[in-house]
T-cell receptor
Framework: AQSVTQPDIHITVSEGASLELRCNYS??????LFWYVQSPGQGLQLLLK??????LVQGIKGFEAEFKRSQSSFNLRKPSVHWSDAAEYFC???????????????FGTGTRLQVTL | DTGVSQDPRHKITKRGQNVTFRCDPI?????LYWYRQTLGQGPEFLTY????????KSRLLSDRFSAERPKGSFSTLEIQRTEQGDSAMYLC???????????FGSGTRLTVV
């Protein structure tokens, strides 16, 4: 069965500092990997995704993530955090379908990011 | 593209009552998904449709839960005889054919009192 672990429940960083959010997954083959962000009381917004090719993927809002197969990890990074980045971040894994279509996703429990000024 | 729309945004109901939520996906998206999110947790998959066909249901979806997507457009999720444990955010998402990204709606927050 697929699973996702986000070991950090809560992280606090200063505005302008760099950020790395950890994500480890368990899956039988190469999965689709995603990072989503959720503001309080809102739905989830896709930050970036990985399927194949270059293991460093760029996303929106200046985020990037690196897929490391040997470590089963897909960590999210941002070189300089802004106060507006404060939110909950979810890593997710999903199966690769032949058609290339997304299917059901398994999410981690999330990391809450607090940004201090 | 008006995004994924969910209605209502909030629902408070008494234990034992039935509730129904509606999701309107992005018009050209053929897949529609339902997830449930409880406080402090990530979303958990409930079920998904491709057009009008329900392709998979999670074991989380007890017999009290039913979802439909008539004509492959909007979808409804009904919970019968609600229990306090059903209190959660119910999220809907949709995706287009051959695409591997979802668009989520803002969710319906259910509180069972």
């Amino acid at each position: 069965a697929q699973s996702v672990t986000q070991p950090d429940i809560h992280i606090t960083v200063s505005e302008g500092a760099s950020l790395e959010l950890r994500c480890n997954y368990s899956y039988g083959a190469t999965p689709y990997l995603f990072w989503y962000v959720q503001s309080p009381g809102q739905g989830l917004q896709l930050l970036l995704k990985y399927f194949s090719g270059d293991t460093l993927v760029q996303g929106i809002k200046g985020f990037e993530a690196e897929f490391k197969r040997s470590q089963s990890s897909f960590n999210l990074r941002k070189p300089s955090v802004h106060w507006s980045d404060a939110a909950e971040y979810f890593c997710a894994v999903g199966p690769v379908e032949v058609s290339g279509t997304a299917s059901k996703l398994t999410f981690g429990t999330g990391t809450r990011l607090q940004v201090t000024l | 593209d008006t995004g994924v729309s969910q209605d209502p945004r909030h629902k408070i109901t008494k234990r034992g009552q039935n509730v129904t939520f509606r999701c309107d996906p992005i018009s050209e998206h053929n897949r529609l998904y339902w997830y449930r999110q409880t406080l402090g947790q990530g979303p958990e998959f409930l079920t998904y449709f491709q057009n009008e066909a329900q392709l998979e249901k999670s074991r989380l979806l007890s017999d009290r839960f039913s979802a439909e997507r008539p004509k492959g457009s909007f979808s409804t999720l009904e919970i019968q005889r609600t229990e306090q444990g059903d209190s959660a955010m119910y999220l809907c998402a949709s995706s287009p054919p051959g695409n591997y990204g979802y668009t989520f709606g803002s969710g319906t927050r259910l509180t069972v009192v």
